[in-house]
C-alpha cells in the first residue's frame, strides 16, 4: 500500500491513534475524535435555515473528562508534519487548550502554549507522544498548581447520565473560575452573552467547588424572582435537600445552598435587613447573578449584603458589563477571567442572528409645534416650544404617532407569521397601555379568538405578569404580543422571541444589550433561528458604538407605503420604580388624574394632542458583511468586492461553477464568503439565480433571466433527441423548476416527490427511465451543463 496515497482518516486510524494509545492514553476515557465544537452560524436562504460547518479538531485528549490537555491536527501524508500547525493554534486558542500537535502520521510537530519549554516547537517521532502524566506534570509546572489545589482543579462536573457536557466556552469559564478559586481569587467577574447559560456555568462552578469541599456554604444572589425560581427549578435541581430558596423574610441555617432574591433579604429598614441573621462568615462562596445592576453601584444597599460577606469568595456574572462614573463591575471584580461574546456566540451558532428594521417618523425628524394658544385633550394649553422624539411620550404624546407605530407592527406580523412572539419595548408603563389598546384594535380578529393575544406585561399590572410565564412558554401560543417598559428587559428567557419592537428612548448601553437578549436564543424545535428588531427611536444607533459587539444581519429604513419586511423576507423587576426611568406613569399624565394647584404654573406634566399625522420618511437599506461589520458602500460594489478575493477572474469563477458537481456547493460558499444573495437579487433581478447575479455584478456581463436560460435549452431539440419520452418529459419539468426557483432544486432527489413530477411516476419508476440513479443524476449534470452554456 502506498502511504501517500491513505486518506487523512486512514493516516489517522494507522498511524496517529495508535501513537497516541501507545503512550498510555486510554482511548475510551481520554481521548475523542473529530470533535465539532462550535454548532456552525446559522444563515438565511429563500427563507429558510442553514448553518456553515461547525468547528472540528481531529483529536482532543483528556487528562480528565473536564480538563482537555491537548488537541491533534492531522493531514494525509501528502502534506507536511506541521501543515495542520496554525489550524490546531487557532482551535486551542478558541478551546483554552496548552499542549498542540500537528501530525501527518510520519511523526508529530508539538508546540508548548504554555512557554514552559524553551523550544516552542519541536518535532517527535511518532514512538515519542507524551503520555497524559507527563502533559499533566508540565502543565502543572507552568501553572504552578500545589498538590493541595490539585483536587480542586480536578474535581469532576456534574453529570445526570443523559450525556449533557457544558459547551467548549461554559468549560472555559468553569474551569478558569475553579482554578483561580483554588489559587486563592476571591472576586471574580464572568462576562457571557445572554442566552449562553451563565446560569448553568455557575451551577457548575458552585458543584465542583461544593463537592470538592472547597466552598460549603454557598448563596446565589438575583434580582428578579423569575431568575431565582427558573435556577431552582432547572439548573440547580441537583443540589435537591440542600438548597433552600430564602423567602417571607425567613432564615433557616441547616442548609448549605442558599438561592434569594437581593430584595428578599434588604430593605431600608434595619429589621428586614435580615441577612444579618447569618454570621459574617456564614457563607464561603457568594455567586452574583446579574452583578452589573445594583450590586456594581457603590452606594447600593445591595452592595452591602457583598461587605456584609467580605470574608466569602464574590463570583460576578454579567452579560454587559458596566462601567461609569458611578458603577464599575471591573473595580469591584476587576478584569473579567472569561468574556463570552454576543458577537462570538451568534459566529459559533450558538445564539440567533438578527436584522434591523429601522424607521424615519417626520415628526421624529422635524419635531412638532403647537400654534398659538392651542389646548390639549384635556383642555390644558400646550407650551409654546418644539417638541422631539426625546419628549414623545414622555412630555408630549401623539396618539396617532401610537397608532401609526401598532399599525406598521401588525402589517409586519400579517407580512410574515402573526403568531411569532413579540416583545413591544414603551418608554412607560402609560404609553405602554395606549400600544397595547391600539395593537388590540388593528388586531381585532386574533383578538377576538383569544384576548390574550396582546397582553400589556408591566410591573403593575398582576394579570399581566402571570402571562410572563406564559408568554416565555414555547409550547403556549399565548399571548403572542408582551407590551412593556423595562419589567422584560432581563431575566426573560424567551426563547422564541423571534420580534423586537423598540418604541423607547434606551440611552443605556447595558439595558440595550439586556433588550437585544431578549431575542438571542435558539430554538430548532420551535424553528427559532433568527430574529428581527423594528427599531423606531433610532436606539440602534448603540450598534455602531465600539463597545457593542453584536452587529445586526442587516438594517432597513421603509418609506411610506414600502412593505414593512425587509426586500430578503419571505412572505425582571419585581415592581415598577425600582430602576432610574422604570416602569411608572408619568405625574400628571393620562391615568394619573391632573387637578390644579399640582405644580406652580398650574400645567400638566405631559400634554396629549390629536389629530396629527405620522408618516414614515424614508428608506435606507443597510447590511452587515461577514466580518461583522456595516457594510457603507453599496451592496452591489460589496459583493464585487467579496466575490473578487476569492475569484480573480470571470474565468475563474466560470471554471469554477462549470467543474462543480452540485451548484449548490458554490452557492452555499458565497453563502459562507458572505455573500447576501437574497438581498441582491432583490437589488438586480428576483429572476436571476446566482451564477447570472455574480457574472453581472462582480464581472459585469449581461446577466440572463432563470426563463430566458430554461428557454435556450428547450430551443435544442437535439438534446432532449436522446432520452425516451418519460425521461424526456421529466427533465422539461425539471427545467421549468429552474426557471422558478433555480438550480438548487434540480439537484436533490427530494425534487422527484414533487406532485407534477409523481405523476410521471415513483422515485423509482423516474430513475429506471433513465436506466438507473447514476444515469439521472448524470442527466441533470447535463442539463446544468446546457442551462449554463
Known amino acids: ?141 507552568a501553572e504552578q498548581i500545589e498538590e493541595n489545589e490539585e483536587d480542586i482543579i480536578t474535581q469532576e ?186 458577537k462570538q456566540g451568534i459566529e459559533d451558532g450558538f445564539l440567533a442572528p438578527y436584522r434591523v428594521i429601522r424607521y424615519t417618523l417626520d415628526k421624529d425628524v422635524e419635531g412638532w409645534r403647537p400654534v398659538k394658544g392651542q389646548r390639549d385633550r384635556y383642555g390644558y394649553e400646550i407650551e409654546d416650544r418644539i417638541y422631539n422624539q426625546k419628549d414623545f411620550d414622555r412630555k408630549l404624546i401623539i396618539d396617532d404617532r401610537t397608532k401609526e407605530i401598532a399599525k406598521t407592527v401588525t402589517k409586519y406580523l400579517k407580512n410574515t407569521d402573526r403568531f411569532q412572539k413579540t416583545i413591544i419595548f414603551c418608554a412607560n408603563i402609560d404609553h405602554a397601555e395606549r400600544m397595547r389598546q391600539a395593537l388590540v384594535n388593528e388586531n381585532a380578529d386574533m383578538v377576538a379568538k383569544n384576548r390574550k393575544y396582546v397582553m400589556r406585561i408591566t410591573g403593575d399590572d398582576d394579570e399581566g405578569k402571570r402571562e410572563l410565564d406564559n408568554f416565555i412558554d414555547p409550547s403556549n401560543p399565548y399571548p403572542v404580543i408582551a407590551v412593556t417598559s423595562k419589567l422584560m428587559t432581563t ?21 440595550f444589550k439586556q433588550i437585544i437578549g431578549r431575542g438571542t436564543r435558539v430554538n430548532e424545535e420551535f424553528n427559532k433561528y433568527s430574529f428581527t428588531i423594528m427599531d423606531f427611536r433610532n436606539v440602534t444607533r448603540h450598534f455602531a458604538d465600539p463597545d457593542y459587539d453584536g452587529p445586526p444581519e442587516s438594517i432597513y429604513e421603509p418609506n411610506d407605503g414600502d412593505p414593512p419586511t425587509p426586500p430578503e423576507d419571505d412572505p425582571g423587576n419585581e415592581g415598577k420604580g425600582d430602576l432610574p426611568g422604570d416602569d411608572g406613569f408619568i405625574p400628571g399624565g ?55 478575493k476569492e475569484y480573480a477572474s470571470l474565468d475563474e469563477f466560470l471554471q469554477k461553477w462549470r467543474d462543480a458537481d452540485r451548484k449548490e456547493v458554490i452557492i452555499e460558499e458565497l453563502l459562507e464568503q458572505g455573500i447576501l444573495l437574497d438581498a441582491l437579487q432583490e437589488e438586480v433581478g428576483k429572476d436571476l439565480d446566482p451564477f447570472d447575479l455574480i457574472a453581472h455584478v462582480a464581472f459585469d456581463q449581461k446577466p440572463l433571466t432563470r426563463k430566458e436560460r430554461a428557454e435556450g435549452v428547450k430551443q435544442k431539440q437535439d438534446y432532449f433527441a436522446k432520452y425516451g419520452d418519460k425521461a424526456k418529459k421529466v427533465l422539461e419539468i425539471l427545467l421549468d423548476k429552474y426557471a422558478d426557483n433555480g438550480v438548487e432544486n434540480l439537484e436533490s432527489m427530494e425534487v422527484l416527490k414533487l406532485p407534477d413530477l409523481q405523476e410521471e411516476g415513483s422515485v423509482l419508476e423516474i430513475v429506471k427511465a433513465f436506466g438507473g440513479k447514476k444515469e439521472y443524476q448524470q442527466a441533470v449534470s447535463e442539463l446544468e451543463d446546457v442551462i449554463y452554456q
Open 491 to 511: 431575566g426573560v428567557d424567551a426563547q422564541t422571541c423571534k420580534l423586537i419592537v423598540l418604541d423607547s428612548n434606551i440611552n443605556s448601553m447595558t439595558e
Open 157 to 342: 462536573y456534574y453529570t445526570d447520565g443523559s450525556g449533557k457536557t457544558p459547551r467548549y466556552y461554559q468549560r472555559v469559564a468553569i474551569n478558569r473560575t475553579v482554578e483561580a478559586v483554588a489559587k486563592g481569587k476571591d472576586r471574580l467577574l464572568l462576562v457571557m452573552a445572554t442566552g449562553t447559560g451563565k446560569t448553568y456555568t455557575a451551577f457548575q462552578i458552585i458543584w465542583r467547588l461544593w463537592k470538592s469541599r472547597t466552598k460549603k456554604r454557598i448563596l446565589f444572589l438575583a434580582d428578579r424572582n423569575i431568575l431565582v425560581d427558573q435556577a431552582k427549578s432547572n439548573d440547580f435541581k441537583p443540589f435537591r435537600g440542600q438548597m433552600t430558596k430564602i423567602k417571607n423574610r425567613q432564615v433557616d441555617k441547616s442548609y448549605e445552598i442558599y438561592l434569594s432574591l437581593y430584595q428578599g433579604i434588604t430593605g431600608a429598614e434595619e429589621d428586614k435587613n435580615i441577612y444579618k441573621q447569618f454570621s459574617p462568615d456564614f457563607f464561603d462562596l457568594v455567586v452574583i447573578d446579574e452583578c452589573h445592576r445594583g450590586s456594581a453601584s457603590e452606594d447600593s444597599a445591595w452592595r452591602e449584603i457583598l461587605e456584609y460577606f467580605s470574608s466569602a469568595t464574590h463570583i460576578g456574572l454579567t452579560a454587559t458589563p458596566k462601567e461609569t462614573k458611578d458603577v464599575s463591575n471591573i473595580h469591584y471584580f476587576g478584569d473579567p477571567i472569561y468574556t463570552y461574546s454576543l
Open 1 to 141: 500500500m502506498l502511504k501517500n496515497k491513505l486518506s487523512e482518516r486512514d493516516v489517522c486510524t494507522k498511524y496517529i491513534t495508535p501513537a497516541i494509545k501507545s503512550a498510555g492514553w486510554d482511548i475510551n476515557t481520554q481521548m475523542r475524535e473529530e470533535v465539532t465544537f462550535t454548532n456552525g452560524r446559522i444563515i438565511g436562504q429563500k427563507g429558510k435555515f442553514t448553518r456553515k460547518k461547525g468547528k472540528r479538531a481531529d483529536y482532543i485528549l483528556y487528562y480528565k473528562p473536564n480538563i482537555p490537555l491537548a488537541i491533534v491536527e492531522a493531514k494525509d501524508m501528502e502534506h507536511s508534519v506541521g501543515s495542520g500547525m496554525q489550524q490546531a493554534l487557532e482551535y486551542a486558542d478558541i478551546l483554552d487548550i496548552p499542549f498542540v500537535f500537528s501530525s501527518n502520521g510520519k511523526g508529530f510537530l508539538f508546540h508548548d502554549r504554555t512557554g514552559n519549554n524553551e523550544t516552542k516547537e519541536q518535532e517527535l517521532s511518532l514512538g515519542q507522544f507524551p503520555s497524559p502524566e507527563q502533559l499533566w506534570n508540565l502543565y502543572r509546572m
Open 590 to 644: 393620562p391615568g394619573e388624574p391632573f387637578t390644579p394647584g399640582d405644580n406652580p404654573d398650574d400645567k400638566p406634566s405631559v400634554y396629549t394632542v390629536d389629530n396629527v399625522q405620522i408618516k414614515v420618511l424614508n428608506e435606507r437599506v443597510q447590511y452587515i458583511g461577514d466580518d461583522g461589520k456595516l457594510i457603507t458602500e453599496s451592496l452591489k460594489d460589496y459583493t464585487k468586492k467579496t466575490v473578487q
